[in-house]
Structure formats: C-alpha cells, structure tokens
C-alpha cells in the first residue's frame, strides 16, 4: 500500500478575514503559533495504491483559482502516474479548491477515473438552492461543482455514496460535517494503526489544534464544525491515527499529540 501526498499548490489566507474566534482571542493564538496575518496555505490531495486500484482523494483547484494552484496533474506525472492511471476519485466535499481539477476546458482530466462525491453534499450543492446560507466566499461552489462533475455525469461515470460506503475493502467513508453538510472524511485500514483523509477539518493548522473552537467563515455550520473537529482531535489522540490533512503543511501527513491546552501536529517525517 503507497500513500503518496500531492500538492496542487498554495494560496495566501488572510487569518482575521477567514478564522472565527473561538473561547481564545486570535491575535492571542496567532501570536504564541508565531504567525503574521496571512499564512501561506497549501492544497494537498492524496493518492493510494494497493497495487491493483488507485483511489486520488480529492483533485485539487485546477484552474478555478490562484495562479499557484492547479499543479495536480504535473504532480500526479511526477509521481509516475498519468491521469489515466486513476480508477476512483473520492470527494471529501464539493468546494472548487477540492475538485476543480477534475476538469479542464470543460473536459474530464481522468478519462477513466469514477468520482465519487457524498449523497449528502450532493443534494446540497447541485439540488437544492441555498443560495443565500452559505457565505459569499463560497457561492461560487453552486456553478462550479455543476460544470465540473457534468463531465463525469455525461459519462456515465458518477456516483453518489452514503456514510460507512467502502471501497475495495480497505476504505471506508466517515461523515465529519459542519464545514459543509457532506463533508465526509476516509479512514484506511491498514492492519497497523489506520490514517484517516480528514479533508478540510482544520485550515490553520496550529491556531485550530490549539484552539478547537475556533471555526472558518467558510463553514456552513459552525458550531457542528466546532464538534466535529473536538470529537476528531481526542479520538484520533486515542487511536494513534495518522492524519492526512488537505490545508496541513506539505505533506500534510501528521500525528495528533494532546497538550495540556489543546492539541499539536506532529509532521509525518
């Protein structure tokens, strides 16, 4: 089994603009994390090869945002993969950074790939109008996520999944909501201790392991994200689980490690 991290790239985020204070003042936290106001925040998207199957978590921006982003497919190469290599794409949620590179010019980059995106967020992104409940940051994701899974749907090559679906034995979906309805973790199942794709759970990484409550302005519902997030953190302490983070440092790969006020990353060396 290779697990190999992607990095699609990075983009400036403004931490007063985009963090939600929790319990803890920001400018407290940013402060004993050692960080400015805008931290550079990458993209990360994961690939798993059980050397039948090659599942990608997650495509990345493509080109629907920052020019530093959309570097998926020359990374994929990098890594001695070619786009037609992929067999399933597992979507932790529909937001563009997450799944804008699963097209191109309107056209499918996984010419076999299946993508597979959350009931759930389906049916809140591209069937209902909710429009006017999310913020503004992410309005977008309405058009977006329409024009690119329409691609996949032409061909026949669409599916919509619920919590606890599996894949070739080894990997199993885990709703985490609360950043969006759907927005589902992976947990794989290794015969050692498990790494789970927790999608975007954390975006600065220091400030919301120190500080749990502390939520993002693109959360559709904050305080279950809030929950979520406590729950995840003492349970993947409790379980020694590896974690594979989308808005981690590169690799994003890490261990959580309980403090006496919180919690920290511990990079995968």
């Not at 305080?223 to 379980?239: D, H, M, P, S, V």
């Not at 689980?241 to 989308?246: I, K, N, R, T």
Request: charged share 20%; net charge negative; with cysteine.
């Amino acid at each position: 089994m290779t697990i190999t991290a992607l990095c699609d790239g990075h983009f400036p985020l403004s931490v007063h603009d985009v963090l939600r204070s929790g319990e803890v003042s920001l400018d407290t936290l940013m402060m004993e994390a050692r960080l400015g106001n805008v931290v550079s925040s990458h993209v990360n998207a994961f690939l798993i090869d059980d050397g039948q199957h090659r599942m990608l978590i997650d495509a990345g921006a493509g080109d629907l945002q920052d020019a530093t982003l959309g570097r998926m497919a020359t990374q994929l190469m990098s890594a001695g993969h070619r786009p037609s290599d992929i067999d399933i794409v597992l979507v932790t949620h529909l937001h563009p950074d997450h799944i804008g590179g699963l097209t191109r010019n309107g056209e499918a980059v996984f010419p076999r790939a299946i993508v597979h995106v959350p009931r759930e967020e389906a049916a809140f992104w591209l069937e209902a109008s909710s429009y006017d409940h999310v913020d503004p940051s992410v309005r977008a994701t309405f058009d977006c996520a329409r024009q690119i899974v329409a691609p996949y749907v032409a061909d026949g090559r669409y599916r919509l999944f619920d919590p606890e679906t599996s894949w070739y034995g080894c990997l199993m979906a885990e709703p985490l909501p609360g950043h969006t309805s759907g927005h589902t973790g992976y947990r794989l199942r290794t015969g050692e201790r498990d790494l789970v794709f927790c999608g975007d759970l954390f975006h600065v990484v220091p400030v919301q392991l120190s500080e749990p409550s502390v939520t993002v302005c693109y959360d559709n519902q904050p305080r279950q994200a809030k929950t979520t997030r406590e729950t995840f953190l003492a349970e993947a302490f409790r379980r020694g689980d590896a974690v594979a983070a989308a808005h981690a440092p590169f690799p994003g790969l890490g261990h959580i490690h309980k403090e006496a006020q919180g919690y920290t990353w511990l990079p995968v060396a």
